[in-house]
C-alpha cells in the first residue's frame, strides 16, 4: 500500500505506534499477499442498509472465526451511519461480546489530534510551523536544525523510539514528555532534516512535548479542553490519564492455538503519549473526520498537508486516511473519502495489522468496487504438528538493515518473532515452511541449507532479511 520512506506516509502496518515503524519497503508487498485469494469477487450496486450490513457480516465472519479481528465498523455516507455494529469477543477470558459502544486504543490515529494541537496553537498565534524545536526544548543536540513542520511531516529525520535500547528495557516505566525529549535529543539524526521521510513516532512525542510548554497544560488535559470536549467528542481520552477507562475493552495480542489470542503485555502508556495514546469509539471518530473536513476546530483546508493523516488517491478516488497499531492490544483504521462523503472505520482490541485491509475493502464495498472476503488460512483453526528440531534451526537473529534485527524464537508450541522492542508474538505455522504473522499480517517463510538451517527470513515471502546469528 505505502512505503513508509513517502515523507507524509500513512501509517500503515508498524504502526507506529507501534513497532517496527522503521522497516522500509515492506508494506507494500505485506498488502498483496495479506488476504489469501477468496471465494469471489464482488462489485455491488447501490445497497440497502439491510445488504450493505449483511455483506459487511459476510465479509468480517472469517476474520472473526481466525480471531485476526474482533471489535467494531463504522461505515457513514454525507453523515448517515450505514453500519454501526461490532463483532466477536470483548473479552475472551469471560466470553463478552464486542459492543459499538465499547472504547479502543486507536494507535497512530492519535497522531490525526497531536497534528492538530499544534496547529490550533499556531492559528492561535502562540507558535509558527516554521519554528524550531530548540525555541520550545532546549537542550536537544538536534534542536536548532529541526522544525515543528518536520516533526508534522516525518522528514526531521528524529529516529524512532521503538528501535533504541532503552525503549525495551524500560517499556514497563512511566516516562515523561520532558524526559524522553531528552532520551531521543541524545540521539543521532537518521538524516539531515528534510532531505528525507521516515515514519518517527518519537517526532510525534517531540510535539507533544511543545504543547505542553506553550499551553502550560499537561498534554492531556489540553487534549482533552482544547479538543476533545470543543468537538463534543465525550467518549474520547487519553490511555494514561490514570483510572480505569469505563467501557474500554480489553486488548489482546495474537496468540497460539486453541484461543488464538493472548492478554497484550504491559506497556506504560506514558511511552505513548502523543503518537498513539487515544481511545475513542467509531462514533466519535465520525465527528471528528467531519470536523477535519469542514474545518471545524483547526483550518486543515489553508495548510499545505493534513499533517498526522495520509492523504492517497485509491479506486480513482482521494481518500484521508489513518491507522494505528500498539503494543497495549489494539489496533485501527480511519478513512474517509471527501467527494463521496464516504468515511470507514475498524476499531479492534487484537493488535493485528488486518484493519488496514479491512479499511480498504469495507470501502470497496461502500462505493460499489471489488473486494474478496478473506479466505479462512491453513493452520488458523487446526494446530500444525509442532517439529521441535525443524523449528530450532529457523530460531535465529535476522537484519533488516543495519541497526534493526528481527529475532526468532523456538518454543513447544511454536516460532515466536520479534523486533528490537523484544515483544514475542507468534508466528502462525501454515504448512512445512510456510508461517504467517498476523500482527503485520504478512506471510513469512525462510531461506534454508540443505540440512534444513535458515540462511535468512523471507518477509511477505520475498523481501529477504540475512541471518547474522
Given at each position: 500500500m505505502l512505503s513508509r520512506t513517502h515523507p507524509h506516509c500513512l501509517d500503515s502496518y508498524m504502526t507506529v505506534a507501534s513497532p517496527w515503524c522503521r522497516v522500509t519497503g515492506f508494506i507494500i508487498i505485506g498488502l498483496a499477499l495479506a488476504v489469501p485469494p477468496s471465494e469471489g469477487q464482488h462489485?455491488?450496486?447501490?445497497?440497502?442498509?439491510q445488504e450493505l450490513a449483511r455483506r459487511v457480516v459476510a465479509y468480517v465472519g472469517p476474520l472473526v472465526r481466525m480471531r485476526d479481528f474482533s471489535g467494531a465498523v463504522l461505515l457513514a455516507r454525507g453523515g448517515r451511519v450505514l453500519v454501526d455494529s461490532a463483532y466477536g469477543l470483548a473479552s475472551y477470558e469471560l466470553g463478552v461480546r464486542a459492543s459499538s459502544t465499547m472504547k479502543f486504543g486507536i494507535g497512530s490515529v492519535t497522531k490525526t489530534f497531536t497534528a492538530a494541537a499544534i496547529e490550533l496553537l499556531a492559528q492561535r498565534g502562540r507558535l509558527s510551523l516554521h519554528d524550531t524545536l530548540s525555541k520550545f526544548l532546549p537542550g536537544l543536540v538536534f534542536g536548532d536544525s529541526v522544525t515543528l513542520e518536520q516533526l508534522l511531516a516525518h522528514t526531521a529525520g528524529v529516529p524512532d523510539y521503538y528501535g533504541l535500547p532503552e525503549y525495551a528495557v524500560r517499556?514497563?516505566?512511566?516516562?515523561?514528555?520532558d524526559e524522553f525529549a531528552l532520551l531521543i535529543g541524545s540521539k543521532p539524526l537518521d538524516f539531515k532534516p528534510g532531505s528525507d521521510g521516515r515514519y518517527s513516532n518519537s517526532g510525534y512525542k517531540l510535539l507533544a512535548a511543545v504543547v505542553e510548554r506553550v499551553s502550560g497544560m499537561s498534554y492531556n488535559t489540553f487534549m482533552r479542553t482544547q479538543i476533545f470536549e470543543p468537538l463534543h467528542l465525550a467518549e474520547t481520552g487519553n490511555l494514561g490519564d490514570g483510572g480505569l477507562v469505563e467501557r474500554l475493552a480489553p486488548g489482546y495480542d495474537p496468540g497460539f492455538l486453541p484461543v488464538r489470542v493472548q492478554p497484550a503485555e504491559y506497556t506504560s502508556p506514558s511511552w505513548l503519549?502523543?503518537?498513539?495514546s487515544v481511545y475513542s469509539t467509531g462514533a466519535d471518530l465520525l465527528r471528528w473526520t467531519e470536523a477535519i473536513q469542514s474545518d471545524a476546530l483547526v483550518y486543515t483546508s489553508s495548510l499545505p498537508y493534513p499533517y498526522g493523516w495520509g492523504k492517497h488517491v485509491r479506486f480513482g478516488r482521494e481518500v484521508l486516511e489513518q491507522n494505528g497499531r500498539i503494543p497495549a492490544g489494539y489496533?485501527?483504521?480511519?478513512g474517509t473519502y471527501p467527494k463521496e462523503g464516504v468515511t470507514v472505520i475498524v476499531l479492534s482490541n487484537i493488535q493485528s495489522a488486518v484493519v488496514d485491509q479491512m479499511g480498504a475493502d469495507l470501502a470497496a464495498l461502500a462505493l460499489g468496487e471489488q473486494y474478496e472476503i478473506p479466505a479462512i488460512r491453513s493452520g488458523a483453526l487446526t494446530r500444525a504438528e509442532v517439529d521441535s528440531v525443524a523449528l530450532n534451526k529457523l530460531a535465529g537473529k535476522y537484519q533488516v538493515f543495519p541497526g534493526f534485527v528481527l529475532t526468532?524464537?523456538?518454543?513447544?508450541?511454536g516460532l515466536l518473532l520479534a523486533g528490537p522492542e523484544g515483544a514475542f508474538l507468534p508466528l502462525d505455522n501454515e504448512g512445512p515452511g510456510q508461517f504467517f504473522f498476523r500482527p503485520l499480517y504478512v506471510p513469512i517463510r525462510f531461506r534454508t541449507d540443505s540440512?534444513?538451517?535458515?540462511?535468512?527470513?523471507l518477509w511477505a515471502g520475498t523481501q529477504e532479511c540475512t541471518r547474522v546469528e
Open positions: 462489485t455491488p450496486a447501490v445497497l440497502t442498509r517499556r514497563t516505566e512511566p516516562i515523561s514528555l503519549e502523543g503518537d498513539g489496533a485501527a483504521y480511519v526468532v524464537r523456538a518454543t513447544t508450541r540440512t534444513g538451517r535458515a540462511l535468512a527470513l
